[in-house]
């Protein structure tokens, strides 16, 4: 018969080191690849008209009014 409780100092050994490993680069790239709407809520975040305007209208209808008109030529 053995103990269905799993030793403390034992409890991640089932986890293999590559496989942490691979998981924190993944988490990097992620981290770098940034998704067009956090992009430009980070921008709207930092310029802080578009800020208070985001809390009344949205982050996205704010980039749209301060960064919209910026990209059509």
């Known amino acids: ?3 269905p409780f799993i030793n403390r100092r034992r409890a991640n050994d ?3 080191p590559d ?3 691979e998981g924190m680069s993944q988490e990097r790239i ?3 690849m940034k998704a067009p709407q956090e992009r430009q809520r980070e921008m709207c ?3 802080y008209p578009c800020e208070l305007y985001a809390y009344r209208h949205g ?3 704010a980039y749209r009014h301060y960064f ?3 990209r059509t030529k």
């Open 1 to 3: 018969f053995s103990d």
């Open 14 to 16: 089932f986890i293999q």
């Open 19 to 21: 496989t942490r490993l």
């Open 30 to 32: 992620r981290e770098r």
């Open 45 to 47: 975040e930092d310029y």
């Open 59 to 61: 982050y996205a209808a």
């Open 68 to 70: 919209g008109r910026r």
